[in-house]
């Protein structure tokens, strides 16, 4: 599941728009993470955002059910925003290796390897050029 960053208000450059004297310009924030958990944060309205009949006072995790409201009586059906996460019926594997669909990505693959193994090489050498300089001083 990819993350997912919703502002939503009244204001035309919002991600979601909400028409309504409920709701403030830049109202709240709704944030996914990767691991599917949603996070609600009210951006100060006047009007309050609402879960489950509580005013919200910074942010919070949401759980599937929470009802959200702008203000006392704008509803916002804040699940249909969140894309369902998929569910494996495979016990999990060891994994293997990336199989590349086209020669860019292999291209592309074989010259960041490269380009760290280059990187450690010299890392290394800076290392025995070091410890060769201290056993001449000492």
């Known amino acids: 599941m990819n993350k997912i960053h919703l502002r939503i208000g009244s204001a035309a450059d919002n991600q979601v ?11 709240l924030e709704l944030f996914c993470d990767t691991d599917g958990n949603v996070f609600i944060t009210d951006l100060g309205s006047e009007q309050g955002t609402y879960i ?10 949401l759980k599937k059910g929470d009802r ?44 960041s390897t490269s380009s760290s193994n280059k990187q450690l090489v010299f890392i290394y050498a800076l290392i025995v050029l070091m410890v060769i300089l201290l056993s001449l001083y000492l």
């Not at 728009?17 to 109202?27: L, T």
Request: no cysteine; proline share 8%.
């Open 17 to 27: 728009v909400v028409k309504s004297i409920d709701v403030a310009p830049y109202h």
């Open 68 to 111: 959200v409201h702008f203000g006392q009586n704008e509803a916002f059906s804040w699940e249909r925003f969140i894309p369902k996460l998929e569910v494996k019926t495979k016990p999990i594997a060891p994994q293997e290796p990336k199989i590349y669909e086209n020669k860019k990505q292999q291209s592309s693959a074989k010259r």
């Open 52 to 61: 489950n009949n509580r005013r919200l006072n910074g942010f919070q995790l």
